[in-house]
């Protein structure tokens, strides 16, 4: 698929695409994509609705669920309106309820050989979820009108892969 | 489907409905419920298993999985149990976790358009998540016990939309 | 399927098991096996992500959804990394943001007559969430390198069970 939609997002379909095979008009079926987002700062939250629509778009299902799930465990993503202001508190909820400075154990050379002292990242993707499940109907994510699909980078700036299955099943 | 589960929780078939077109026995199909709740409070908790338990009845799925999602930004759905004691102690949590009076960029002219200085509202519902996915086995839902499908109303009264897919798999 | 995973995880196919009708090549299904776990403290952090694993294989499934849903009010599944010292950091996080000392009405006899007095457990569960969605690609999980599924008793010890349903979808 092209990649006007963000030009830091790419997707690829990957290399097999699994069909019904019983004839000219299969009834279920699996298509895959693989996203990868480069991110530009340690905690960032981005809108990935546009890719996830092009994606279903582009697989022509017409019914079905489709899952975008992170590769990473200091990532996260969920379903919320993406207001600057709005993305803001998201940042400093985090870190009311996950201070990056608290003792982890994580962090800690005596118990951790994590040299990255992440454990605020990992902690705060526990509480926001590693995936996010959407129907399809129409063609389209059933949505409500604010609601947008958001990944949230707490361990960045990095490359991050997630994975979107549609499950066709009309 | 009838709505004499709850006065106040409506659900309509949606005007399509796909199933799989190989002949007069398909064995996959999806079936779609939009779920109408009126809420009374800012901050209530409602339990939504019996609308689900008989839309999923009236579509006579036998095994499958149940998505539902709800279309709106400041509202969520969990599963746990519904005892009143319990659900106060939500309530107070999430007043803990995400404090109505602290001061959110969201509800601060200065950086935010909306009038209804709901933060607390968007947060709390990330925190608790917008969709759930339950599990279709004999022609139920597959929980235990003491569960229940609860949704959190966060800035009511309000009408809410919810949508259920019945993704049929036998 | 055996159970030489782990000696205090048990799995068993349940009953019934459905597949499509369309002849001898079925293009959809469902699988659900019945996972037990006994855990061994109050609270606990368990990988599930070998036995989930093993349900896929012995499915013989190549793409589809897999969901892992607890049974429990008081557990919880959630997909991270199973470093001990993280896992200390877990419990560490949710006696922080849900102290166990805290007056809950669920655990005040004149609110309620749950004599666990486990409201933590309750609130600590609604936290992390009750399910996960896993994609199968290939035959196997599509997870990233760090990535494990992993169950949070919460109430223990106890027996615990969940229930797993792979969606045949190829």
Known sequence: MSTDVNTDVRTNALPWQARGAN????NTGVHVHRVEVETTKRVEIRDLTAVLEEVVRNTGVVAGLVTLSTMHT????????????LLDDVEQLLERLVPRGEEWKHNDPRYSDCDRH??????????????VALQVADGALTMGQWQRVLMAELDGPRTRSLVVQVLQAE
Not at 23 to 26: D, E, L, Q, V
Not at 74 to 85: D, G, I, S
Not at 118 to 131: C, E, K, V, W
Request: glycine share 6%.
């Open 74 to 85: 200091t990532t996260a993503v969920f379903v919320n309106e993406p207001q600057t202001a």
């Open 23 to 26: 004839g000219h008009r299969p």
């Open 118 to 131: 992440n454990a605020d990242a990992h902690l705060r993707a526990i509480m926001l979820g590693n995936s």
